[in-house]
């Protein structure tokens, strides 16, 4: 979710130069989701074998989510995909990954063109799936959770469905300002569905501007760290899910299993 909006991208250096490395010779996204399914195949294979031992918190923290740190601990680790409009015939039947979480909306009136069809699509599937809202915090919060909210009971629920806030950019707003921001919309649609919904954003975004939210699984964006082996940012003990790259596509894995995500999400239709 970073990549396409360059503008909001706040990754390291680092991270930028080890993108640049896989896109020199590609001349836009879509040629990379033409070689996608290649390079998903070649990648998944390796996902079960990575361990996380080191991610654990010290023992004598009780972290936010404790199964999180046990399946850390335990090196296990759950493939899944992130989509939006960027992917619009991204074909979820042939794919590798067991879950998928797909943008809904931005703002207080875009409405993702793909959204529906995704949606459809992972419902057909049955693997674990969600929908994300990217947050502008110079708009009302409560605005913007509501219109996420309208867009996703457009559409049928499954149990286990999860809700995500994508924060990635301040809108010129002051670190309390985002973060109120945050807290208030993350509250808005726990109240609204009983659903805690994740928290995503890129590592350093969510180091400066993510305190007070560790009541919220997180979802972190760090390029320059191998798949799961990323420390959790701000006030996080353990973090959910990794976004470790965005070539062909945005790729992540989770600390957890497919049926412990799903405990996340929605507990009814």
Do not use: C
């Amino acid at each position: 979710m970073l990549k396409p909006r360059l503008a909001a991208f706040t990754q390291t250096l680092t991270d930028r130069l080890d993108l640049l490395k896989h896109r020199i010779d590609l001349s836009s996204k879509r040629l990379r989701f033409v070689v996608a399914g290649t390079v998903l195949l070649a990648g998944t294979a390796s996902v079960a074998t990575v361990t996380g031992t080191a991610l654990a918190a010290p023992a004598a923290h009780a972290p936010e989510h404790p199964p999180v740190q046990e399946a850390q601990q335990a090196g296990a680790l759950t493939y899944g995909l992130d989509i939006s409009n960027y992917e619009p015939l991204y074909d979820w039947s042939d794919s590798q990954a067991q879950f998928g979480i797909i943008k809904a909306t931005e703002g207080t009136d875009f409405r993702d063109a793909s959204f529906a069809r995704h949606w459809h699509e992972l419902g057909q599937k049955g693997i674990v799936r969600g929908a994300y809202h990217y947050g502008h915090p110079a708009n009302d919060p409560v605005a913007e959770a509501e219109h996420f909210l309208s867009v996703l009971n457009s559409q049928p629920a499954k149990p286990g469905d999860l809700l995500v806030l994508d924060l990635e950019t301040t809108d010129g707003q002051s670190v309390s300002a985002v973060n109120s921001w945050a807290k208030t919309w993350l509250a808005h649609v726990k109240e609204r569905t009983g659903v805690t919904p994740m928290f995503y954003s890129g590592w350093n975004f969510a180091n400066t501007y993510g305190h007070g939210l560790a009541e919220y699984p997180l979802w972190v964006a760090h390029y320059s760290k191998d798949k799961g082996t990323v420390s959790p940012p701000a006030d996080w003990k353990s973090w959910t899910i990794h976004q470790y790259t965005d070539y062909p596509i945005d790729q992540n894995v989770s600390a957890l299993s497919a049926d412990q995500l799903r405990d996340l999400g929605r507990q009814t239709a």
